[in-house]
């Protein structure tokens, strides 16, 4: 479906329109494809409610069909019938996992220790990606994988791990995951050791399922190797990157408060709450509570007189999704917005720094890239043009967020790839005031 759709939707947007009210946003997609990969390694029936239904959750349920686990829909829920550590079947054919980054660097973590071959593969974009990153450490704990020149199609001989002692260069939770998965089969403990705060969900998940993992706040995780994975009943948060993409709209283009309810709050995850408070805005979290292991809350946008501000360290990690969206926020924000160490921007879907960049400047804006980040002086009028989306789902929303706040209309095309994260997006934002619509394009 999303194929024949790709390139032929476009989404037109119009300023005006006084965003106010209360939305939900799709489940979270970390935990998402967390819960189809892990539910299939416990030992029984795993119940998932609100499991993200969108482009790249979709490639791994198929991934997951593919191996011989069984799903299926009841009482609202998905049921991942579990197969056990030792029960995968050996796939037939090349594992597509679409454009999803998090299924093909989980999933090299899970099959390197497994007693038969795979091969993983992806879409155009996705062979794109850097492999090395979970194919050098996986082969560190014996994996035999052979990559495409660093990339995708990953060619994986399952083989007998042993547990590793690994600093990772780079703060990635889809390293650090792909190493904890290959981790279930090694001979003796894995241990990761992170240069900064990473999302920490394939660590709660496990120990939910009843995996010895320690966890030295901010800088180590060790897993012991389990006997087998209970399986989980979970409820999945809402994304709290795609809420981002909502309380920035509210606070461009609200009238009055917007609540976006149920929103995952995980501390890996609230970079963008802590930059876009330091930057003047109110965003009250009310109404906390646990859910599943993962504490989630209502977000409520109060007041938006932004400033600009300068962005490192760790809240580069704790944000690394949300920066398509805070560029927009920096562009009518008053003053200097800075961001420094923020180089893993230019290896997601696309490289976010130059992309877009060179949408927003079609738009009027003067933005400084750099190698690292990139530099906004702001506030900034903006006018409505023709943008492309570029087939990344977080660029193509963050454009019809700058169309919000443009002078005349936008229209961004290539924007099917919303769906990849985000299915209703343009009527979420309708049905709290916008003035948007999907439409097919060309
Ligand atoms: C993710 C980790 C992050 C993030 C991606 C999802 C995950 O990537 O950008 O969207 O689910 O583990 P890195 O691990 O490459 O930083």
Not at 245 to 265: S, Y
Not at 385 to 395: I, N, P, Q, S
Request: aromatic share 2%; with cysteine.
């Amino acid at each position: 479906m999303r194929q024949a759709l790709k390139g032929t939707v476009a989404v037109q947007v119009r300023p005006g329109g006084g965003l106010r009210g209360r939305c939900r946003v799709p489940g979270d997609k970390s935990i998402s494809h967390r819960a189809l990969i892990l539910g299939a390694l416990a030992e029984g029936d795993s119940a998932i409610e609100g499991l993200l239904d969108a482009g790249d959750t979709r490639a791994t349920r198929r991934v997951m069909q593919a191996l011989g686990v069984e799903l299926e829909q009841a009482n609202g829920a998905l049921i991942v019938r579990g197969r056990g550590l030792r029960g995968l079947a050996p796939p037939a054919a090349p594992l597509d996992c679409g454009h999803a980054g998090t299924a093909i660097r989980l999933l090299a973590g899970a099959l390197a220790g497994q007693r038969f071959a795979s091969v993983l593969d992806g879409s155009a974009q996705l062979r794109r990606r850097p492999m090395r990153r979970v194919v050098e450490p996986l082969r560190q704990m014996g994996a035999q994988i052979v990559d495409t020149e660093g990339r995708a199609p990953l060619h994986i001989t399952g083989a007998p791990l042993r547990g590793v002692a690994y600093r990772m260069p780079v703060a990635s939770a889809q390293v650090k995951s792909s190493l904890l998965l290959a981790g279930l089969y090694a001979s003796g403990p894995t241990v990761v050791l992170e240069p900064g705060p990473a999302r920490d969900h394939t660590e709660r998940m496990l120990r939910a399922m009843g995996v010895d993992v320690e966890i030295a706040e901010g800088c180590c995780v060790t897993l012991m190797p389990p006997e087998r994975l209970r399986p989980l009943s979970l409820r999945v948060p809402g994304d709290p990157s795609s809420a981002a993409f909502v309380l920035v709209a509210a606070l461009l283009a609200g009238v009055e408060d917007v609540t976006v309810a149920g929103v995952g709050v995980n501390p890996t995850r609230t970079g963008l709450l802590d930059i876009l408070a330091a930057m003047g805005a109110e965003i009250d979290v009310t109404n906390p509570r646990d859910e599943s292991g993962e504490p989630v809350a209502d977000l409520v946008t109060r007041r938006a007189a932004l400033r600009g501000t300068v962005i490192e360290g760790e809240w580069v990690v704790r944000a690394i999704d949300e920066f398509p969206a805070l560029m927009i926020a920096a562009l009518k924000a008053e003053g200097v917005t800075e961001v420094r160490g923020a180089e893993e921007l230019r290896v997601k879907e696309t490289d976010r720094i130059a992309v877009m960049a060179a949408e927003l400047r079609e738009l009027g804006a003067v933005i400084e890239e750099r190698p690292d980040g990139f530099r906004i002086a702001g506030p900034q009028r903006l006018r409505g043009a023709v943008v492309d989306g570029h087939d990344d789902h977080r660029v193509a929303m963050a454009l019809i967020l700058a169309g919000l706040v443009a002078e005349g209309p936008t229209t961004v095309t290539d924007a099917a790839c919303v769906e990849d994260s985000f299915p209703g997006f343009v009527e979420t934002l309708r049905a709290l005031g916008a003035d948007v619509e999907q439409t097919p394009g060309d």
